[in-house]
């Protein structure tokens, strides 16, 4: 990688291939269809209706008294929560206002079962995730409104309800009820008490009926998982354990990868899925039971993997959907683990470059296939940089709970650190008839990375073609993080087998909000100060008459709360064959600065 080497590092100006103006712009390919687009649809169709007979299947007087068994004396093990938990969470559940991940639903004086939501914010919402937060403010109150949303559920759902029953939400129910029983049940009502245990016992002996119906995935993932904790807590027969190991295998293998990354490439799908794995890890441990080879290496695996997504302050980068999460949680899943060194997980698609207290995310995969596409996020080669535990160059986050048009225009490719060609993004999303059916799934193209070190530092070599159907463009980003972390340098190359015309192209750089951006005199660099620690400058080879560097607007959706930042952008006419753009991220020193110009 000779162009960004130490060698070279000095002046990322040169050696830049510059191409010879051209009159016109590129012109603009059409849309390019979805593959296998009928027969996804045909899938979907068939499974719509393998869904209805089940469902008539399921409320049948039949299958309600193949659900009935001895009434449980109680739990034999509790599984751990393991999800975020907060007292403001508490105290908006107490004033009738529950905040979910996928929205928010306001309720004053009537049940939230009755309110009308999206299906995914009714889903989590039937998946009592949020019963956690009323055990942390704890008290009397708490109880008592935690009991009466639990019994309230009972009265409504305690007979099989499509959508509600799902194994998918079913048995992340299960879990959570487990996992706060005591809560649930502290006041000693007897009769609250029987009920629960009667109702849940019959969910277990229908997620061990159902748990196959669920299509591959995390969802998948969790239902087997939360079956393996309750068939511990509610032990009937060796054969439903068996089927309960056989069903987490399966569910495993469908939904994660050979390098321990979820299948959707989402990071939040990442740490539930860990977070289930390791609720059944542990529940099969304190109950003496034997623990497979593939749940231990899953679950080391998916660890690993999901502490290359984590900066210095503990949270997570903000990838494909992710916001920073609670960094309490994240040290619980990965059980104090100190932080990642550089590595790469080459099917689940990130690299970390690591360098003393500088990280660098590096997202060097592309779309997931079918379905699990459904909310990856268009911004191939995106990255995010830290240091210490201030994060400088962010990706936009995601706004999940101000509604899905906050959650698309997250999916863009303008809201991420990433190279923008036109007004278009990196790939398509499916829409129209077919993604209501199958979700606006992103497709359009491939992309693979390398990661190497030396003494010198590391270098992150990636490509991707999702700009092909429309430009014919190949975009090759390259990225060298110096062995005292103190200076990363960039690389992003254009290259087009027919160079017809010019293309506008925008390399976005969003800045934590917490940092303050002035644009120089000379206008070839950026002074980036965070709240505390030494100030960055970003450099750029600007050549060209159109090439320029701004300060433009942008928002950070990463946090608690969305926040106005500014984005480093540099815009560019790439013509020619091959279009070259260096720039510069360092540690601006005083007795480091060099005395003649850089750039």
């Known amino acids: 990688m000779p162009a960004i080497s130490p060698a070279s590092a000095a002046d990322p100006a040169g050696g830049s291939e510059r191409a010879a103006d051209a009159p016109a712009r590129a012109p603009l390919a059409r849309r390019a269809p979805y593959p296998g687009l009928a027969a996804a649809l ?30 449980p004396a109680g739990l034999t093990v509790v599984p751990d929560a393991l999800t975020e938990a907060t007292l403001e969470g508490a105290q908006d559940i107490l004033r009738g206002r529950f905040s979910l991940k996928a929205g928010i639903i306001d309720v004053q004086g009537v049940s939230p079962f009755d309110a009308v939501a999206p299906a995914p914010l009714q889903d989590e919402l ?68 029987s009920r629960l245990l009667k109702t849940m016992a019959e969910q277990t002996r229908h997620l061990a009926r159902t748990v196959d119906e669920t299509p591959p995935g995390p969802t998948r993932l969790a239902a087997a998982a939360a079956l393996a904790v309750m068939d511990t807590a509610f032990p009937e027969s060796g ?38 794995l390791l609720r059944a890890q542990r529940v099969l441990s304190d109950a003496h039971r034997p623990l497979s080879p593939i749940l231990l290496a899953t679950v080391e695996a998916m660890r690993n993997r999901l502490s290359l997504l984590r900066h210095g302050d503990g949270r997570l980068a903000c990838f494909n959907g992710a916001s920073e999460g609670d960094p309490a949680l994240l040290a619980d899943l990965l059980a104090g683990m100190p932080p990642a060194g550089s590595g790469l997980a080459p099917e689940w698609g990130y690299a970390r470059l690591a360098a003393h207290d500088t990280a660098v995310v590096f997202d060097c995969g592309g779309p997931p296939p079918g379905p699990f596409a459904a909310t990856s996020h268009c911004a191939p080669l995106a990255f995010e940089l830290s240091h210490e535990a201030q994060r400088i160059i962010v990706n936009g986050g995601v706004a999940g709970r101000r509604g899905p048009e906050w959650v698309n225009a997250a999916r863009r490719t303008a809201a991420h650190a990433a190279l923008q060609i036109g007004e278009r993004d990196a790939g398509d999303l499916l829409d129209g008839a077919a993604a209501r059916r199958l979700g606006e799934r992103l497709y359009g193209g491939a992309t693979e990375g390398t990661l190497d070190g030396g003494e010198a530092g590391f270098w992150a070599d990636a490509s991707h073609d999702l700009y092909g159907a429309h430009f014919g463009a190949v975009h090759r980003r390259r990225l060298f993080l110096s062995a005292d972390g103190t200076d990363l340098r960039g690389e992003d190359t254009l290259t087009r087998a027919t160079p017809r015309g010019r293309l506008d192209v925008a390399i976005r750089f969003p800045l934590h909000p917490d940092c303050r951006a002035s644009l120089t005199q000379s206008g070839d660099s950026v002074q980036i100060a965070p709240p505390q620690g030494e100030p960055w400058r970003f450099r750029a080879a600007l050549g060209g008459a159109e090439e320029r560097l701004t300060l433009e607007p942008a928002l950070y959706m990463g946090g608690e709360t969305v926040r106005r930042t500014q984005a480093i952008v540099l815009r560019a006419a790439a013509g020619g064959a091959a279009w070259t753009m260096r720039w510069a991220l360092r540690i601006d020193i005083a007795d480091r600065r060099p005395r003649r110009r850089l750039v």
Do not use: C
């Open 42 to 71: 045909a899938r979907h169709a068939l499974e719509e209706t393998k869904a209805k007979a089940r469902s008539a299947l399921h409320r049948s007087a039949a299958w309600r008294l193949a659900l009935r068994g001895p009434l």
């Open 126 to 193: 039937h998946r009592f995730a949020w019963l956690a937060h009323l055990e942390r403010a704890g008290g009397k109150t708490a109880r008592f409104v935690a009991q009466a949303l639990v019994e309230d559920w009972i009265d409504r759902f305690e007979r099989f309800r499509a959508g509600v029953w799902a194994p998918a939400v079913l048995g992340p129910r299960l879990v959570a009820w487990a996992a706060h029983f005591r809560f649930l049940t502290s006041n000693h009502d007897l009769i609250f008490r």
């Open 239 to 276: 054969a439903r354990a068996l089927r309960a190991a056989d069903a987490l295998r399966l569910a495993i293998e469908g939904a994660v990868l050979a390098d321990g990354g979820i299948v959707t490439r989402a990071p939040v799908d990442q740490m539930d899925g860990l977070a289930a």
